[in-house]
T-cell receptor, first 117, second 114 residues
Framework: GAVVSQHPSRVICKSGTSVKIECRSLDFQATTMFWYRQFPKQSLMLMATSNEGSKATYEQGVEKDKFLINHASLTLSTLTVTSAHPEDSSFYIC?????????????FGNGTRLTVT | AQTVTQSQPEMSVQEAETVTLSCTYDTSESNYYLFWYKQPPSRQMILVIRQEAYKQQNATENRFSVNFQKAAKSFSLKISDSQLGDTAMYFCALGQGGSEKLVFGKGTKLTVNP
């Protein structure tokens, strides 16, 4: 069945460095992907909507210069956390709809646990 | 703005018994979808059940069923014959479409006890 592959599953980086997280749709094309952030024991908060061939749409309060999103192809979206700080430590999850119809199923990646030291 | 409220931070149930998780929501849209997702310790988001708002019939998936009260904007999840593997965080979510961005509730941590 359709799967969304997210890598890496865990990453530890030093403060001030940048980290790239990849989200790939396997066996289907995704013109749209969604990026969520989940703090420990909290809910998922939508950060941005990634659109293939155009700029991402960011939710209010999300710094677009800090969280760079690139939807390079119909199967790949990347989230880059630039100049990471300890407060960026969190769990990041992507999701993608399989298809373009209103009723298309939504698939989630397995998430990336980012720790900034 | 769309909001989803889960008023039960934690719940527990004995194996084989039935438990109901509550969810209320608010939206100004007339067409929308509601979801229940399960997130086990692995953090993988697993779709449990979904309901289209225009359908009056409550969705059912094996041991999982919902009580969708559109006028009251309520969408509770009933788990029958609870199993140890049902232990997880459960999130109620609202979307304008079946494949659109979702607004999640804060979650309910369910523990099934042997």
């Amino acid at each position: 069945g359709a799967v969304v592959s997210q890598h890496p599953s865990r990453v530890i980086c030093k403060s001030g460095t940048s980290v790239k997280i990849e989200c790939r749709s396997l066996d289907f094309q995704a013109t749209t992907m969604f990026w969520y952030r989940q703090f420990p024991k909290q809910s998922l908060m939508l950060m941005a909507t990634s659109n293939e061939g155009s700029k991402a749409t960011y939710e209010q309060g999300v710094e677009k210069d800090k969280f760079l999103i690139n939807h390079a192809s119909l199967t790949l979206s990347t989230l880059t956390v630039t100049s990471a700080h300890p407060e960026d430590s969190s769990f990041y999850i992507c999701s993608a709809p399989e298809g373009s119809s209103y009723n298309s199923p939504l698939h989630f990646g397995n998430g990336t646990r980012l720790t900034v030291t | 703005a769309q909001t989803v409220t889960q008023s039960q931070p934690e719940m527990s149930v004995q194996e084989a018994e039935t438990v109901t998780l509550s969810c209320t929501y608010d939206t100004s849209e007339s067409n929308y979808y509601l979801f229940w997702y399960k997130q086990p310790p692995s953090r993988q988001m697993i779709l449990v059940i979904r309901q289209e708002a225009y359908k009056q019939q409550n969705a059912t998936e094996n041991r999982f069923s919902v009580n969708f009260q559109k006028a009251a904007k309520s969408f509770s999840l009933k788990i029958s014959d609870s199993q140890l593997g049902d232990t997880a965080m459960y999130f109620c979510a609202l979307g304008q479409g079946g494949s659109e961005k979702l607004v999640f509730g804060k979650g309910t941590k369910l523990t099934v006890n042997p």
